[in-house]
């Protein structure tokens, strides 16, 4: 089983930035589509924004359009999300997953389109 080391999280002022890291341990390791996701208190986890990493497509939460950016390093198996314009709302533990195998009938902003998590990386947003 893959390790997903999530990195980056940490507090910012609204209207502000910080770009997370999410690293795959295993070399061997190439997930057909990886996401982040987040998690505020007391509420469910919900997907942020997924990328192909073969092809690159990518989608994203309506909530986060416009301000958040997924991008990969397929020769550093790593995933990033760049987030700009941080607002309160976007406060929440942020995960990193990986999908061994396509699923095409479940969305791919759903927890259970992937395989593997990482241990998540606090972000806070102070207005």
């Known amino acids: 089983q893959a390790q997903l080391l999530e990195s980056g999280g940490g507090s910012v002022q609204a209207g502000g930035s910080l770009r997370l890291s999410c690293q795959i341990s295993?070399?061997?390791?190439?997930?057909?589509?990886m996401a982040w996701f987040r998690q505020a208190a007391g509420m469910e986890r919900e997907g942020v924004a997924c990328?192909?990493?073969?092809?690159?497509?990518?989608v994203y939460a309506d909530s986060v359009k416009g301000r958040f950016t997924i991008s990969k390093d397929n020769a550093a198996n790593a995933v990033y999300l760049q987030m700009d314009s941080l607002n309160s709302n976007d406060t929440a533990m942020y995960y990193c997953?990986?999908?061994?195998?396509?699923?095409?009938?479940?969305?791919?902003?759903?927890?259970?389109?992937?395989?593997?998590w990482g241990q998540g990386t606090q972000v806070t947003v102070s207005s």
């Open positions: 295993i070399r061997a390791y190439f997930p057909v589509r």
């Open positions: 997953a990986a999908a061994q195998w396509h699923m095409t009938s479940i969305s791919p902003l759903n927890t259970d389109a992937y395989t593997d």
């Open positions: 990328i192909w990493p073969a092809r690159g497509d990518s």
